[in-house]
């Protein structure tokens, strides 16, 4: 490495953090770098002449363009826009976060405002109240997520294993897409029947061509559609290929086959797309959302979709991507809120984004995260993929936030992808559309990503899926199959999904399938008034959230330390010879130990054996001529105490303490307790050759000597994250062992010379 | 006249399913598995009706979205329209594929007379007028 002359070598090292790889924008208006407001953004207005709107946010009528004409047509209503748009900015934002507001009020004032309005009321909410009033008003209670299910060969026997694995994490939609397009048809029957698998509910939808996508719908096997994209600029929904008027036909084009649908927009999508108007990146979405409540959508997936990178770049933006998360549920549509692309290459970014919607819920927190591994995902990496899974289930568990999911044992994610492989294989086999091997089964189980699988190329996946298209196939035929080959619970789970179109109930906003009953905002409305209101985490949710593995209780460690008795006892043996008496020998060290040392914990938090540690301190006092008194106290279990206590009954005044998981000290008679000679806090780093150390150094004070202390280099590891919740249940049980007053012993401690 | 749906109706899987019916007239309890089994089911039996469609309307509208009631509206009348029709009139809609306002007059006189959409006729015409002021009736590719 060069030296840089006159540089603060922190830079360098903040040039190397992933930080540093995001790269950030100046805020720039003119060019479309605006997050909240833009000298070009309208001001607010609204002029009715005769029941009909004449102008709009310092448009008249006969200068609409298509976004402003079909807002003007068919969101805002001219019976409440005088009243709505009256309102002082200010009052109406404090009413979205004042809990003694209903949310049906603010709703049916939001009928009534225009885009202008709207981002002017939002603008003024710092992130929390932001937070907040999402919380209060998104429009169903129970929150829910989603799932990307992709793999990088577009592989139909891992798609069906991770659309397992996805659902049985609690997703309440996965969503699939393809490397290659012509592998659409592939990908939906694979994903189709791997959520199948372990329960029924989770909706599916196969993000592909418009059209193509529609038919694999009618098909049978997708259940929602979600590309609906909008934009804030004419130009840009021209450039989109659609207009407002031909995205609402295809709304009710999804309607019309039983079809849950919701529009995708989000910041960011004009400025990429190039025809931004100077406009603020939530004024031109607040656009987007009038325009799909407009078309009668009964929800959205926004929050910077595609645009989240570029939005995150600008100042305040990902505040804005809060704030036209709620500018969605304030127009009462349901809200699968983005947090979907990955934003950053920032650990810490990734985890402050998603937070707000952790603990505030929301319809879908993510509108894609990512189940599978980042390069297995085809929409691009998601803010949360399927390496970070189980950072998100702790955070959930950290807030007590239901964040959608729950923590899966692995023996039952191991036997649900196995099913799920087996089940794809018996459609497959059964249609006559290919008969994998077993050795491509077994490789796909228990494959974490696609590099490790082998299996199906995309080549191989093509046939497959042309063949499934051009012989219309149907989820019948599929059903079928699986009844024919032993998979009658899949059958039924499925049939169950594609029966959910003949009532249409999924099809109200925010509905989602949770135990065989359609949940949406119409029979779980979001009634929050308060605390005490609205979304609670029962008892039995909180349990399961807590559910995640690898959890320690004291049973556990008892466990563990009884696995080391035995071993401990061939190599030490710890003997009672009596109460031990003030020493009179100048050449005598006194070594502490805690009550449970050796008797019911043995080994330090490093993994030392204490027969190891306690040799290698003896040996080290021995080695300069001294002898080393072992001493056990009871009536303290802390390690100031021990090594004072072990001090005072030292005949040279020097003392070592040591509790059983190695935290050690070195005292000295005349000190006050808590100011010993040395201190070994930080056990779980400290090595033999650091307690031999300490003897040694021990000895020297004995002696009249001044050592170098021994210093046990850290390297600021999170030692309390890392062991604290062992430390304290081993403490415990040294504490609970010990008696007010108890006398110390001597004790003779002779090692046995066993080697393991 | 028989009185609106409300709120209290739905989820109809769970309050009617005994009346809600299929295309063929099959009821949601019939459609079981047993009944895929023996070959009696099809895609048309899984398909959702304007019955259903003008149900979740009146639902929309009880719960206070008047506009989603409007989609189920034009939803119900696109039900029995064919697949193809659909998406040759979708892509009618798009911008450029129209080369003249009359062209896609036709497409909604298509929707009023031979499938009775009344609705979605009045919206595609909406749609033509205003294209014809913005200049999307020109070439694109």
């Known amino acids: ?756 | 006249m028989t009185a609106k749906l409300t709120i209290a109706d739905y989820p109809l899987a769970e309050t009617r399913s005994d009346k809600i019916r299929g295309q063929r007239g099959r009821s949601l309890d019939d459609i079981t598995l047993d009944a895929v089994v023996a070959g009696g089911v099809t895609m048309e039996d899984l398909r959702i009706t304007p019955q259903a469609l003008a149900d979740q309307a009146e639902i929309s509208r009880a719960a206070g979205r008047p506009t989603l009631a409007l989609n189920f509206e034009r939803a119900a009348e696109l039900v029995g329209v064919p697949q193809d029709f659909i998406m040759s009139s979708y892509e009618m809609l798009r911008p450029g594929r129209a080369k003249s306002k009359e062209q896609l007059l036709d497409v909604a006189k298509a929707f009023r007379q031979t499938y009775k959409a009344e609705l979605m006729a009045e919206f595609i015409e909406e749609a033509a007028a205003i294209y014809e002021r913005r200049g999307l009736f020109t070439y694109r590719f």
């Open chain 1, 1 to 756: 490495m060069t030296e840089t002359p006159n540089r603060w070598r922190r830079y360098a090292q903040w040039d190397a953090r992933p930080l540093r790889l995001d790269k950030f924008a100046a805020e720039d208006a003119a060019h479309g770098f605006s997050a909240f407001t833009s000298p070009a953004d309208p001001k607010p207005g609204v002029s009715i002449k005769s029941g009909k709107i004449a102008g709009m946010d310092g448009v008249l009528a006969h200068d609409f363009d298509m976004i402003d004409e079909f807002i003007a047509r068919h969101h805002l209503d001219p019976t409440i826009a005088p009243e709505a748009m009256a309102m002082e900015s200010g009052d109406v934002a404090r009413m979205l976060v004042d809990m003694n507001v209903p949310r049906e009020q603010l709703v049916r004032l939001a009928h009534g405002m225009t885009p202008a309005k709207l981002a002017d009321v939002v603008s003024r909410l710092n992130a929390l109240e932001i937070a907040f009033a999402y919380s209060k008003m998104r429009a169903r209670k129970t929150p829910g997520n989603q799932a990307h299910v992709t793999n990088a060969k577009d592989d139909p026997l891992q798609l069906a294993a991770d659309a397992a694995t996805a659902v049985a994490f609690g997703f309440d939609e996965i969503e699939t897409t393809m490397r290659v397009s012509r592998n659409a048809w592939s990908n939906a029957v694979a994903c189709a029947v791997g959520s199948a698998v372990g329960r029924w509910g989770t909706l599916f939808q196969c993000s592909s061509e418009e059209a193509e996508e529609l038919r694999i719908g009618m098909a049978g096997f997708t259940s929602y559609a979600e590309t609906v994209s909008v934009y804030g600029t004419e130009k840009t929904f021209i450039d989109g290929d659609d207009t407002p008027w031909s995205k609402a036909f295809l709304a009710a084009g999804y309607a019309s086959r039983g079809i849950k649908m919701r529009c995708t927009s989000g910041a960011g999508s004009e400025l990429l797309m190039g025809f931004h108007e100077s406009k603020s990146l939530l004024y031109l979405e607040a656009r987007c959302l009038c325009l799909q409540r407009g078309m009668g959508a009964q929800g959205t997936q926004n929050g910077g979709i595609d645009g989240a990178p570029l939005t995150a770049t600008i100042p305040g933006g990902i505040r804005e991507l809060m704030a036209e998360n709620l500018l969605a549920v304030w127009l009462d549509l349901e809200c699968a809120s983005g947090n979907d692309a990955r934003s950053t290459e920032s650990e810490i970014r990734v985890g402050a984004k998603i937070l707000p919607f952790l603990i505030s819920g929301s319809d879908l927190i993510c509108s894609g995260f990512g189940s599978i591994l980042a390069y297995d995902n085809s929409f691009n990496p998601s803010l949360l993929n399927g390496e970070e899974m189980e950072d998100f289930l702790v955070l959930q568990r950290d807030f007590e936030a239901d964040g959608g999911l729950t923590p899966l044992p692995e023996e039952r994610a191991l036997d649900l992808r196995s099913r799920a492989v087996e089940a794809i294989s018996a459609v497959f086999e059964e249609l006559g559309l290919s008969k994998p091997t077993a050795d491509m089964k077994q490789s796909v189980v228990v494959a974490s990503g696609s590099d490790e699988t082998r299996s199906y190329t995309p080549r191989d996946v093509a046939k497959i899926s042309e063949a499934i298209k051009e012989r219309e196939i149907t989820v019948i035929e599929v059903i079928k199959a699986l009844v024919k080959r032993g998979f009658a619970e899949e059958a039924q789970n499925l049939l169950n999904l594609v029966k959910l179109r003949v009532t249409g109930d999924y099809l109200q906003t925010s509905a989602m399938v949770r135990k065989g009953k359609v949940v949406s905002a119409v029979n779980d409305p979001n009634t929050y008034l308060g605390p005490g209101t609205g979304y609670r985490v029962s008892e039995e949710r909180r349990l399961e959230l807590n559910s995640i593995r690898d959890v320690l209780d004291q049973k556990e460690v008892l466990r563990q330390e009884a696995l080391h008795e035995k071993d401990e006892a061939k190599r030490i043996q710890y003997r009672v010879k009596g109460p031990a008496g003030q020493g009179s020998d100048k050449k005598e060290v006194v070594i502490g130990i805690s009550p449970a040392f050796g008797l019911n914990l043995f080994q330090t938090t490093a993994g030392h054996r204490l027969s190891d540690v306690l040799k290698g301190m003896i040996e080290a006092i021995e080695k300069r001529g001294l002898k080393a008194r072992v001493v056990r106290f009871r009536h303290t279990a802390d390690t100031s105490f021990l090594g004072i206590s072990a001090a005072t009954l030292s005949g040279s005044g020097i003392g070592i303490g040591i509790q059983a998981k190695g935290t050690a000290v070195i005292h000295s008679r005349d000190r006050l307790p808590h100011n010993n000679l040395e201190l070994f806090s930080n056990a779980p780093i400290t090595k033999l050759e650091h307690y031999k150390g300490f003897g040694a150094n021990a000895a020297a004070y004995a002696l009249g000597e001044m050592p170098e202390p021994v210093v046990v280099p850290t390297r600021g590891e999170a030692m309390g994250s890392r062991y604290h919740a062992r430390v304290a249940l081993i403490y415990a049980i040294e504490t609970g062992l010990t008696a007010e007053g108890a006398a110390p012993e001597d004790i003779e401690v002779k090692f046995t010379g066993a080697k393991s």
